[in-house]
């Protein structure tokens, strides 16, 4: 079954809808605050960068239960009449907080904030963790990639290995925000208006009786944008078959726009790939690198002055594979009663609406700080802006390309040490505002 | 956008369509035979199970370019006219046979085997692949769990963390095959008929004033089915309410089920909390735990004999976060030339169409054997069936218990060593028949 805006409302934890049920039997109608945040940034991660909303926030719109939802809850005999009467009313109407796609953050920092009566706030957690999650992974990703590549392209060739369809399509949405600059997937590609990429495979090469021949037939289908994928026999003999192509198709206006190596030494076979097609006549075509790049590998590449102008990467890109799941939660902080705070150990959450504000000097970020919404500012810039009042998005939806270039800006705003592929000594600086530590305080002593 | 049956032929690596256009240009439309395989087992796996078969063969059966997907081509102008016309007619009208879903393979071992039209059998590449690598990625997963879980139940806790929203569908299925009991995704639960699982949030246990207050309204609530989160504040305390709220309620029939632990030293909270529930008359309520488990933590809690009875596991079932991708590829191995295989450096594919064999002594399985489609068949059961001819399923799809049940066959006929949590000594034992070692050794000298 695939999921669409008509089924989306029951992609969700059982337990919102239990919980859901039991705030209605008592009539708790009342508002709450609930803030979406990372307690921990992954062990290999310097910053985070925010991406999803843009879906979150599509789904808060639509958010209805249909007749077939309502039906199979009804089936499942666990929820009174009253209760399913209420949910197939059930619309959105809610204000949301938002940091904007592309925008860097750092642990402790609320990504959304929701203020909506309590259920409502309460029945989109599930899918709203699950979008902003699993997009925010791979755009943090993305941006580790990008810094990797010191300028040079690469592209989102992650599909197969992605988890699953949609995993699919958010994988290339948020590669693109965190950098990346076309994508393999061609529905992607016409989803988000991303340029698709793509060179030739393996079965490709094979299915000729000669290499030279599928080089050949490959070109004159493309005659301006083929890149040759040379490693399916000997790679270095690819590249004299590429050069042979290219001789052969030159009177005919053809030309060859680059070469793939998917296997083997890397460095040793781009540089003896290189020199082929610089003693061919052909400077002008281009290596393109694939075959399970992370950013630690194309670092290491361009470290050994590897000749390579762009870069493909799937797997390691599209699952994040250092660090496969972002463990963003969504947390009560205020209700009718105040601010709210989780004590169990080792697990507190920091009460209250919140915004962040961003303190820079010479264009460079110098710290974050939490304080209450409500409070007067403290120094710096705030990074969540409201983007829907009353279930209704305040402005229209910015384009992919602002949210990729306020990345670009965002990762330059950062110390050096947080750009860094490693570890930084010491987390970002984020504080509390003098009026958050005294209310920490004051529920810290408090009874419950 | 969300992904469906009419826009997902476009859920494609862009190079499928551009080879396509290729073959077409060049008249190249004979069959060919592609096998989906994975090269290595992740480190740490010493088996894979076999999931995704039923959306494969879905996809295939409604394989079709709708007007929209068509015009977005046409307007990258990088296709023929009559390129575009011919793939607006495209439908899968080949053979395929499979490993049915919940069954175990290893490294080299065609799960899925492709004969069609070489235009049909390329173009469906890159979504078999994304299918059929997460599925199996997260039934193997599920399968290490189960065998942790030693006879316990475990449930999918995983949709917040999944990589988007057809992951947390597909996790929940692929869960199920490998030894879920039930899942927390309601629309999962619809989709696959498994049974939805809940408990509550701390959100819940926050938003009443007293812990024993929100214990009382949900038991009421679900006075046949709740699972109370005692964690909020303090566990044996929160033990201790439960008590009271069981006490209270026992004269309206209302019943606890279970309580939860989400957080702290498992082990020794799960003690305390069976000790206190005990003591309270209540043997019968059940200890529910999550928060970060995986099979090797599980295994341990079970070794230190904590008294759980039942297990929530998200992130680390949903994402496999420690073997986060399957490596499936997808390779030509037969055209109208005879069989192919691919020679670059450490990546041979074993070429022609193959079976697979698997030989058992005393119900325990101790090889395989890698044989050609259509030599006799050495000793051993037949692991690939034919489940589509000319574009139709041979049989309609099985029930996901079926699989579930196969998967648990499959899984105990294993010698010990392989369904240890720990990577077994060596690999299993996977043979070429001497047709098929052969067949390579001739194709390894000829020239290409």
Redesign the interface.
């Known amino acids: 079954?695939?999921?669409?805006?008509d089924?989306?409302a029951?992609?969700?934890?059982?337990?919102?809808?239990?919980?859901s049920?039991?705030?209605f039997?008592?009539g708790?109608h009342d508002e709450?605050t609930?803030e979406l945040f990372v307690r921990h940034l992954p062990e290999s991660r310097n910053f985070l960068v925010s991406a999803g909303l843009d879906d979150a926030l599509h789904y808060l719109e639509h958010l209805h239960f249909d007749g077939d939802?309502i039906a199979?809850?009804r089936g499942?005999d666990?929820f009174?009449p009253d209760f399913l009467e209420y949910l197939a009313t059930l619309r959105f109407t809610g204000d949301v907080w938002a940091i904007p796609e592309g925008e860097v953050f750092f642990a402790g920092e609320p990504m959304l904030r929701i203020t909506a009566r309590?259920i409502e706030a309460?029945i989109v957690?599930?899918?709203l963790?699950?979008?902003l999650?699993?997009q925010s992974?791979i755009a943090s990703k993305a941006a580790r990639v990008a810094i990797a590549c010191d300028g040079r392209r690469f592209v989102d060739?992650s599909?197969?290995?992605?988890?699953?369809?949609?995993?699919?399509?958010?994988?290339a949405r948020a590669s693109y925000i965190g950098g990346a600059s076309a994508t393999?997937?061609?529905?992607?590609?016409?989803?988000?208006g991303i340029a698709?990429?793509?060179?030739?495979?393996?079965?490709?090469v094979?299915?000729f009786?000669?290499?030279l021949d599928a080089f050949l037939?490959?070109a004159?289908?493309?005659p301006?944008?083929s890149t040759l994928l040379i490693?399916?026999?000997?790679?270095v003999e690819g590249a004299r078959n590429a050069v042979r192509a290219a001789d052969l198709l030159a009177p005919e206006g053809v030309k060859i726009q680059g070469v793939r190596l998917?296997?083997?030494d890397l460095p040793e076979l781009a540089r003896a790939v290189r020199e082929v097609l610089d003693e061919g006549g052909y400077s002008d075509i281009q290596i393109f690198a694939s075959g399970d790049l992370d950013e630690y590998r194309i670092a290491a590449l361009l470290q050994e002055d590897a000749p390579i102008d762009a870069f493909g990467i799937g797997?390691q890109l599209?699952?994040?594979?250092d660090a496969?799941?972002?463990?963003?939660i969504?947390?009560?902080v205020e209700?009718k009663?105040g601010p709210?705070m989780?004590?169990?150990?080792?697990?507190v959450t920091i009460p209250g609406r919140k915004q962040v504000y961003r303190c820079y000097q010479d264009a460079v970020a110098t710290h974050d700080t939490l304080a209450l919404h409500d409070e007067s500012p403290p120094p710096g810039v705030p990074l969540l802006q409201k983007v829907m009042e009353g279930g209704r998005r305040t402005t229209p939806p910015e384009s992919l390309s602002a949210a990729r270039e306020r990345c670009s800006r965002a990762v330059k705003s950062l110390p050096p040490a947080f750009r860094s592929l490693h570890p930084a000594p010491d987390p970002f600086p984020v504080r509390c505002s003098a009026r958050l530590e005294s209310l920490l305080a004051e529920l810290n002593q408090a009874p419950?």
Not at 1 to 5: G, H, Q
């Open positions: 079954m695939w999921v669409t805006d089924n989306v029951l992609l969700t934890d059982l337990y919102e809808l239990t919980m049920a039991s705030y039997a008592e708790m709450a609930f939802a199979y809850l499942l666990i009174r309590l309460q957690e599930t899918f963790l699950n979008c999650n699993f992974l060739f599909p197969r290995r992605d988890h699953g369809a949609d995993a699919a399509m958010k994988a393999s997937n061609v529905l992607a590609a016409r989803a988000y698709p990429s793509g060179t030739m495979a393996h079965a490709y094979m299915s009786d000669r290499e037939a490959f004159r289908t493309f301006e944008r490693d399916t026999y000997d790679t998917d296997s083997g797997t599209g699952v994040s594979a496969p799941a972002l463990g963003g969504y947390k009560l209700d009663s709210k989780k004590r169990s150990t080792a697990k419950h």
